[in-house]
């Protein structure tokens, strides 16, 4: 790579890709590739409670299916990982005892003896009388020599400094500041040796050579005690840019209450992946103008961070269902045939060849979303109604439509079945009969399709054909008189 730009997507793997971290990865994503950079893939599964079997692999192969492809990390070149690995916090354990033990040697930080009992107490009390500032843990350092010679377990945490201004110009939300006096003495390595996210999270992007930190904004409470540890363990800072918190329409943060949140979970529902990135794209950046369309290299071309909202982002669902309706339209249409295939002979409706096909989908695309709504929706395409919508049947069907139907069909057949020609009889026949041409356009409608709505009533009486078309007029005729 060109650049020194590295910036890196960290997940936990948790057993799914939320779609905010999806809009996460994709950020960086468009931020290294606009930078000539390097992408980076950092597994965060140093929480041994939460590992789930498989996520890794289930993470991994989302962002793929996105087609966000990853410069290193687990499997970014086949065999090998990239130069700065491994990629899985999990093999990484030394590098976090090493810095811990760096931070106890130069007094940034200390062993806590506390046990659980004594830190609930704590907590309890600092709340009830509502102190200001950190909770005060530390022990004498006698106490804790007599805890230690006892054997007691302990943990390592941050040593937090008072009465200093804690500050960062962050790429997105301008500059950020904190006194230090209400930042607690953060928990770095916890009894079983582990880390805990803020010391692996800042010895990695360290150590991976990461310019530039772009994460959600539920971070952004983390930043005063991730400055203190650069400043402590000698490490030049990154940039930081935190993304805007992702709300439902009632403004609340995203949860899984209100609806899917898992990418797999649109990956089922057959959304395409270009119009979900462009949808999440959109959810905290926009170009400036009021192009909406965008495929991944555009975004490329204009993304940039400056153009990233402070404010949160509706996570509107119908927007989602426009982009993928709008994407399914431009698609090739041998790819919606070979979507469609499947499902017709599933319902054992037979054999279309690939032109019928191509009308039926030209027809269709405007009133779907996805391509298995067109035989919901258009069954008629593919076999004859056996039932007439009953409210339809009462608003449309007259008295006098039977007759007036027959005439239609007689008049109708043997002549051209082309759309405009349809429509010119049609016409004529309403001026002879002196009614109006609705009197056999929403007759006609129920007796092909058994329904009220659907395309372009001339188009697709065209693309049924004769056969079909007159078969089921005259079948309307005698079910519905
Ligand atoms: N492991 C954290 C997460 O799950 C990473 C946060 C960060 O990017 O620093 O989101």
Same mark, same amino acid.
């Given at each position: 790579?060109?650049s020194?730009?590295? @910036? *890196?997507?960290?997940?936990?793997?948790?057993?799914?890709?939320?779609?905010?971290?999806?809009?996460?990865?994709?950020?960086?994503?468009?931020?290294?590739?606009?930078?000539?950079g390097?992408?980076? +893939?950092r597994?965060?599964?140093?929480? *041994?409670?939460?590992?789930?079997?498989?996520?890794?692999?289930?993470?991994?192969?989302?962002?793929?299916?996105?087609?966000?492809?990853?410069?290193?990390?687990?499997?970014?070149?086949?065999?090998?990982?990239?130069?700065?690995?491994?990629?899985?916090?999990?093999?990484?354990?030394?590098?976090?005892?090493?810095?811990?033990?760096?931070?106890?040697?130069?007094?940034?930080?200390? %062993?806590?003896?506390?046990?659980?009992?004594?830190?609930?107490?704590? *907590?309890?009390?600092?709340?009830?009388?509502?102190?200001?500032?950190?909770?005060?843990?530390?022990?004498?350092?006698?106490?804790?020599? %007599?805890?230690?010679?006892?054997?007691?377990?302990?943990?390592?945490?941050?040593?937090?400094p008072?009465?200093?201004?804690?500050?960062?110009?962050?790429? @997105?939300?301008?500059?950020?500041?904190?006194?230090?006096?209400?930042?607690?003495?953060?928990?770095?390595?916890?009894?079983?040796?582990?880390p805990?996210?803020?010391?692996? /999270?800042?010895?990695?992007?360290?150590?991976?050579?990461?310019?530039?930190?772009?994460?959600?904004e539920?971070?952004?409470?983390?930043?005063?005690?991730?400055?203190?540890?650069?400043?402590?363990l000698?490490?030049? +800072?990154?940039?930081?840019?935190?993304?805007? #918190?992702?709300? /439902?329409?009632?403004?609340?943060?995203?949860?899984?209450r209100?609806?899917?949140?898992?990418?797999?979970?649109y990956?089922?529902?057959?959304?395409?992946?270009? =119009?979900?990135?462009?949808?999440?794209?959109? +959810?905290?950046? /926009?170009p400036?103008?009021?192009?909406?369309?965008?495929? #991944?290299?555009?975004?490329?071309?204009?993304?940039?961070?400056?153009?990233? /909202?402070?404010?949160? =982002?509706?996570?509107?669902?119908?927007?989602?269902?426009?982009?993928?309706?709008?994407?399914?339209?431009?698609?090739?249409?041998?790819?919606?045939?070979?979507?469609?295939?499947?499902?017709?002979?599933?319902?054992?409706?037979?054999?279309?060849?690939?032109?019928? #096909?191509?009308?039926? $989908?030209?027809?269709? !695309?405007?009133?779907?979303?996805?391509?298995?709504?067109?035989?919901?929706?258009?069954?008629?395409?593919?076999?004859?109604?056996?039932?007439?919508?009953? !409210?339809t049947?009462?608003?449309?069907?007259?008295?006098?439509?039977?007759?007036?139907?027959?005439?239609? =069909?007689?008049?109708?057949?043997?002549?051209?079945w082309?759309?405009?020609?349809?429509?010119?009889?049609?016409?004529?026949?309403?001026?002879?009969?002196?009614?109006?041409?609705?009197?056999?356009?929403?007759?006609?409608?129920?007796?092909?399709?058994?329904?009220?709505?659907?395309?372009?009533?001339?188009?697709?009486?065209?693309?049924?054909?004769?056969?079909?078309? +007159?078969?089921? $007029?005259?079948?309307?005729?005698?079910?519905?008189?």
């Amino acid at each position: 790579m060109s650049s020194d730009t590295r @910036v *890196r997507f960290a997940p936990s793997p948790t057993g799914y890709l939320h779609v905010g971290g999806l809009r996460t990865a994709l950020y960086n994503y468009l931020f290294a590739r606009k930078h000539g950079g390097t992408f980076v +893939l950092r597994i965060e599964d140093t929480d *041994r409670k939460r590992f789930v079997e498989g996520a890794e692999e289930a993470l991994i192969d989302s962002l793929r299916w996105c087609g966000l492809d990853f410069d290193e990390g687990p499997g970014a070149r086949g065999d090998e990982d990239g130069p700065y690995g491994p990629y899985r916090q999990s093999d990484r354990q030394e590098l976090y005892v090493a810095a811990a033990n760096k931070l106890l040697e130069s007094g940034h930080a200390y %062993r806590c003896y506390r046990t659980d009992d004594e830190l609930q107490q704590i *907590r309890e009390e600092h709340q009830a009388n509502k102190s200001p500032g950190r909770l005060k843990v530390r022990l004498p350092e006698e106490e804790s020599a %007599r805890r230690a010679a006892d054997g007691m377990p302990s943990v390592v945490r941050l040593k937090v400094p008072d009465g200093e201004t804690l500050s960062v110009n962050d790429l @997105v939300r301008g500059e950020v500041s904190i006194s230090s006096d209400i930042v607690d003495d953060q928990i770095l390595l916890k009894s079983d040796g582990f880390p805990t996210y803020h010391l692996a /999270n800042v010895v990695d992007d360290h150590a991976m050579k990461i310019s530039h930190v772009i994460r959600g904004e539920e971070w952004l409470p983390s930043m005063p005690k991730h400055l203190l540890l650069y400043r402590a363990l000698g490490y030049e +800072l990154p940039q930081f840019a935190h993304l805007p #918190l992702l709300l /439902n329409s009632d403004r609340s943060k995203l949860s899984k209450r209100q609806g899917d949140v898992a990418v797999e979970d649109y990956r089922e529902k057959s959304f395409y992946p270009e =119009a979900l990135l462009n949808f999440v794209a959109f +959810l905290g950046w /926009n170009p400036g103008d009021d192009r909406e369309m965008f495929s #991944l290299d555009e975004l490329i071309e204009e993304f940039s961070l400056k153009r990233v /909202n402070k404010s949160g =982002a509706i996570f509107n669902l119908e927007k989602l269902s426009w982009f993928n309706q709008q994407y399914l339209r431009e698609r090739p249409v041998a790819e919606t045939i070979g979507q469609l295939r499947p499902l017709l002979t599933e319902k054992g409706w037979g054999e279309f060849d690939d032109a019928y #096909l191509a009308e039926v $989908i030209e027809l269709m !695309k405007e009133r779907v979303t996805f391509p298995y709504e067109i035989p919901e929706l258009g069954s008629y395409f593919f076999v004859d109604p056996t039932e007439y919508d009953e !409210k339809t049947v009462k608003k449309r069907w007259k008295a006098e439509s039977g007759e007036r139907m027959t005439r239609l =069909a007689e008049r109708l057949e043997g002549g051209s079945w082309k759309a405009d020609d349809l429509e010119t009889v049609f016409k004529d026949q309403a001026e002879k009969e002196e009614i109006g041409a609705g009197q056999f356009i929403h007759p006609t409608r129920l007796a092909v399709s058994g329904t009220g709505v659907g395309p372009s009533l001339y188009h697709m009486l065209e693309t049924l054909g004769e056969e079909r078309c +007159l078969r089921r $007029i005259r079948k309307a005729t005698e079910v519905l008189g």
